[in-house]
């Protein structure tokens, strides 16, 4: 009995995506298709490097508001009062 498939050949077993999508004599690809289709993959590779860059959570944001609020109340707390209006 023989060895068919990838064995056959030498090659490795590993099924990557680029062999998955890789297009062969005789396909038909709509070019404008696949232009638009890279245009989305790398619109949504760009925006989520923006969500891991600028990105923060509702909490976090909420918390940063709070830590702030309370830093201009502790600030105004300690303010000395000179009666001297500038």
């Given at each position: 009995?023989g060895?068919?498939?990838?064995?056959?050949?030498?090659?490795?077993t590993?099924?990557t995506?680029?062999?998955?999508?890789e297009?062969?004599?005789?396909?038909?690809?709509n070019?404008?298709?696949?232009?638009?289709?890279a245009e989305?993959?790398?619109?949504?590779?760009?925006?989520?490097a923006?969500?891991?860059?600028?990105?923060?959570s509702?909490?976090?944001r909420?918390l940063?508001?709070?830590?702030d609020t309370?830093?201009r109340?502790?600030?105004?707390?300690?303010?000395?009062?000179?009666?001297?209006?500038?």
């Amino acid at each position: 009995m023989g060895v068919f498939g990838p064995e056959a050949t030498g090659r490795g077993t590993c099924i990557t995506p680029e062999r998955l999508t890789e297009r062969r004599m005789g396909d038909i690809v709509n070019f404008r298709r696949a232009r638009k289709k890279a245009e989305r993959q790398l619109a949504e590779r760009t925006a989520s490097a923006n969500r891991l860059w600028h990105g923060r959570s509702q909490a976090e944001r909420e918390l940063e508001t709070k830590r702030d609020t309370k830093a201009r109340r502790d600030l105004d707390r300690h303010r000395i009062e000179t009666g001297d209006e500038r």
